[in-house]
């Protein structure tokens, strides 16, 4: 994916912030899925933040507070959706666990957990399309 804009970018997370939202409409409890395609929504929309401020891609990194932390307006990112960028981040730690954890998953990942997880996505994404 080499030579895209930040347009681009923006195009693929607004793609999986659709592929999120249609997870959910499913109702088959794909909530890991659905939240592993928010952090990838997000990655993408710092992506192109970074693309447009720097001119290269960012460092491959599934960190997405390390992302973050170049944005302009970074300190401006009212405490909420810091808080959203975290716990997207937890998200591809919870999926390489073994299934001997599948309790403590179960627990994280409820469907009202998912629903906010998804709608402060979506605003944390017109955050940082407001801030390109």
Known sequence: MTGMAPNDWLALAESDLAAAQAMLARAQRLYLQMGLQCHEAVGKALT??????????????ADLVKLLADLPGRA?????????VEWLN?????????????????????????????????????WIKANL
Do not use: I, M, N
């Not at 192109?48 to 990194?61: D, M, N």
């Not at 401006?76 to 959203?84: F, I, K, P, S």
């Not at 309790?103 to 017109?126: N, S, W």
């Open 76 to 84: 401006d990112l009212d405490a909420r959706l810091l808080q959203t």
């Open 90 to 126: 937890t998200y591809p730690l919870l999926a390489a666990r073994d299934a001997g954890d599948l309790g403590d998953l179960a627990a994280l990942l409820t469907e009202d957990k998912t629903k906010e997880l998804l709608d402060r996505t979506k605003e944390l994404v017109e």
């Open 48 to 61: 192109a933040s970074y693309l447009k401020q720097h001119g290269v891609r960012p460092p491959e990194t």
